[in-house]
C-alpha cells in the first residue's frame, strides 16, 4: 500500500528500490498451483520452477487480488514472471487466467524442459493482461 497518498518520499524511495532489485524463486509443488499476488506484488521478477510429473496447470490471482496486491498501481504498471519446466519428457505447465479481471495473451502452455516469461500489465485498477513475451 501507499503510505503517503502517492508523494515521493524517502521511505517510498527505499521501497521501490528493494523491490527493483529483488528477484524471489518459488519451487512449485508437483500439483496444480495458484499463484500468489503478494508475492508477484514483492520482486520485480518472479521464478516459478515445477517438475510436473503429469500435466498441471499455474493459475494466475484473480484481477482484484493483483489489483489489491498493488496498491495504487495505475493503468500500464507491469509486473514480470517467469515459469521454468524441469520435467525431463513430455509433461507441460499450462498458465490459466485468474477467475476474472485477467487476460492471457499469447500462448499459456510451457513444454517440458523450456521455460517461458511473462508480464502482465494493468489495464484498469482491477484488470491485468498478461502477455507471453
Request: hydrophobic residues 40%; aromatic residues 6%; without cysteine.
Amino acid at each position: 500500500g501507499n503510505d503517503t497518498d502517492g508523494a515521493i518520499s524517502r521511505k517510498r524511495l527505499e521501497t521501490w528500490a528493494a523491490k527493483e532489485e529483488k528477484t524471489t524463486v518459488v519451487a512449485a509443488s508437483n500439483e496444480d498451483t495458484t499463484q500468489v499476488a503478494a508475492t508477484l506484488a514483492g520482486a520485480k521478477k518472479v521464478v516459478y520452477t515445477m517438475t510436473p510429473s503429469t500435466t498441471r496447470l499455474l493459475t494466475t490471482p484473480t484481477g482484484a487480488q493483483l489489483g489489491s496486491a498493488f496498491g495504487d498501481e495505475v493503468v500500464g504498471t507491469s509486473f514480470e514472471f517467469s515459469v521454468v519446466n524441469l520435467a525431463a519428457s513430455s509433461h507441460a505447465i499450462t498458465l490459466t487466467a485468474g477467475a476474472s479481471g485477467v487476460t492471457l495473451v499469447g500462448s499459456a502452455s510451457i513444454a517440458h524442459a523450456s521455460s517461458a516469461s511473462f508480464v502482465g500489465v494493468f489495464t484498469a485498477a482491477n484488470t491485468v493482461s498478461i502477455y507471453r513475451v
